[in-house]
């Protein structure tokens, strides 16, 4: 299966976009479409989590994941999450409920498109 690049998705003008890259926003987690790989919301409980995901995903096969998985999984995190800030590591973070919340910006924004 081809690997798909930041640079094939189209890009968005949405102030709430639902794709970072390979990056796709779900209610429970985001899933990664190049591969069988996805991180469930409910497991971001703090900043320290988010970067613990970041590492991770810094060690891995950029042909697989893709070349710009860091940074767009980065993007997801600050758009969904609302982090934006060193401090924001020392924060308790409720991703579950922020996903929530972003699903509800998401129909809100869809809403007003048409």
Request: glycine content about 6%.
């Amino acid at each position: 299966m081809p690997i798909t690049r930041s640079s094939d998705f189209p890009k968005s003008d949405a102030r709430y976009p639902d794709q970072w890259g390979p990056w796709k926003f779900q209610v429970s987690g985001l899933k990664n479409v190049n591969a069988d790989y996805s991180i469930q919301w409910a497991r971001i409980n703090h900043g320290t989590d988010v970067l613990a995901w970041v590492i991770q995903l810094s060690n891995k096969n950029r042909s697989l994941y893709g070349a710009t998985v860091v940074q767009d999984l980065v993007d997801a995190f600050k758009d969904v999450l609302g982090l934006c800030m060193m401090n924001d590591a020392e924060k308790p973070v409720n991703g579950a409920q922020k996903a929530k919340e972003y699903r509800r910006k998401l129909k809100e924004q869809a809403l007003s498109a048409k």
